[in-house]
């Protein structure tokens, strides 16, 4: 992928809707609106007029040229130097922003593609906003927006031309994932079991001498270590105490996936939030350490994508202000949540973290308190920010309001 076109789309901050979410919303369509024009094969100021056309396309006057600019701008109270001609309103964004509304029949068949081109970014935004309201996964509601025929054909085919060799690079990134220890997953499980001994634990953890040598080095490490050097893992399990081995295991299993420089951010964020993610589920009478594995692994499926070749079109659209999840739709068809939980499965985890993982963006959908703390720790520049979204994971978690414990990336 080379150069996105949206990189050259004009600021024009002046107009810009002063509503934050507003503006967000004109930021993203104008990068729609003009990724699909290039990828239509019009001309670079062409895909720049379309794209300055999403950027004004909630200007409220009407905004025909220099004079009326001008006096939008004075009204607005900007100093004289904002009239500078890199401010005003090109006539021809204006002309598709006129003819999208039918305020103006268009002076050649490209400018009714233009306004058209627009309409379909604007329809696409719009529903990606509208999914706190939806009751399909987010995969299946915009491919419902692109199989409906409101969108441009061509819109349609240049957001979908990707997506299969995209999806298969991801698919091919997770499966070549490394496997959960079997041993780990069996020392979790006896780990909550109140019915389950420390000797137990101890048994399973012995089959994996990597993760019983870690647990003895735990014991050992300055934090912890005591005045004699314990060597047996039971003198360990001793020392450290079930709930901190069993998190330590966790964290011990999960980080040999993570195991390249650049997927150390993705790392440190994933400690955050299961660090965060137990201490919101023990304040709310949840399982804590279940809550911590969950929190470990919610972005598994973010290790796939980052791994995969489809890595730089998801930043390149993250980079033009597009949250992850709306970046990895638009560049694979899926999302880090259903390949993330699928990855899961195969390691056999409970269901009740595959369901959170899959749900830790769209927790209005399911009664699992689980995907609400993951939602609750989670990044908020991964989602479009959703009040109606928060709500519902506030009442899933029976608070008022969310609590903000958010592992930044
Ligand atoms: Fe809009
Ligand atoms: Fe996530
Ligand atoms: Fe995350």
């Known amino acids: 992928m080379t150069r996105h076109p949206a990189r050259e789309i004009q600021s024009f901050e002046a107009f810009l809707p002063r509503e934050p979410g507003l503006a967000a919303h004109v930021r993203r369509v104008a990068a729609l609106a003009a990724f699909v024009a290039s990828r239509s094969g019009f001309s670079a100021p062409e895909v720049q007029a379309v794209g300055n056309s999403g950027l004004l396309h909630h ?119 490394p496997v959960f220890p079997k041993a780990a997953m069996e020392a979790l499980r006896l780990a909550r079991d109140p019915d389950a001994g420390r000797r137990e634990i101890e048994r399973a953890l012995g089959k994996d001498p990597v993760l019983a040598g870690e647990i003895v080095m735990l014991a050992n490490s300055g934090a912890l270590g005591g005045s004699a050097a314990v060597n047996s893992l039971s003198g360990a399990l001793m020392r450290v105490g079930t709930i901190a081995a069993a998190n330590h295991i966790a964290a011990a299993a999960v980080r040999t996936c993570f195991a390249s420089v650049k997927l150390h951010d993705l790392w440190e964020h994933s400690l955050q939030a299961a660090e965060n993610a137990g201490a919101l589920a023990g304040d709310s009478n949840s399982d804590a350490g279940e809550a911590y594995l969950a929190g470990l692994v919610h972005d598994i499926g ?13 930043r390149q659209w993250e980079e033009l ?22 990855v899961l499965e195969r390691w056999s985890f409970p269901e009740s973290i595959v369901e ?24 908020t520049n991964e989602s479009l920010p959703s009040l109606a979204r928060d709500h519902a994971a506030a009442s899933r978690l029976e608070v008022e309001e969310l609590p903000r414990a958010r592992a930044a990336v």
Do not use: C
Not at 105 to 133: G, R, T, V
Not at 302 to 314: I, K, Q, T, Y
Not at 361 to 374: C, G, Q, W
């Open 356 to 379: 959170a993982v899959r749900f830790h963006h769209r927790p209005e959908l399911v009664t699992s308190k689980l995907a609400a703390v993951l939602y609750a720790v989670e990044d």
């Open 59 to 177: 200007l409220q006057a009407e905004v025909t040229g220099v004079p009326m600019a001008a006096r939008l701008l004075a009204d607005l109270g900007f100093p004289p130097q904002s009239f500078e001609s890199s401010k005003v309103v090109p006539p021809d964004a204006a002309e598709i922003v006129a003819v999208w509304r039918g305020k103006r029949k268009p002076s050649s068949p490209h400018a009714a593609e233009f306004a058209a081109i627009l309409d379909s970014a604007n329809l696409f935004d719009e529903q990606m906003e509208n999914l706190p309201y939806e009751d399909e996964s987010t995969a299946e509601s915009v491919n419902q927006l692109l199989d409906s025929g409101m969108l441009m054909p061509s819109f349609v085919r240049t957001i979908r031309s990707s997506w299969v060799v995209a999806r298969r690079n991801v698919d091919t990134a997770a499966n070549a994932l």
């Open 321 to 342: 202000g597009f949250p992850t999840i709306y970046a990895e739709m638009l560049s694979t068809g899926a999302d880090h949540t259903e390949l993330g939980a699928d």
């Open 302 to 314: 973010r290790l796939a994508f980052e791994l995969s070749d489809a890595a730089l079109g998801v």
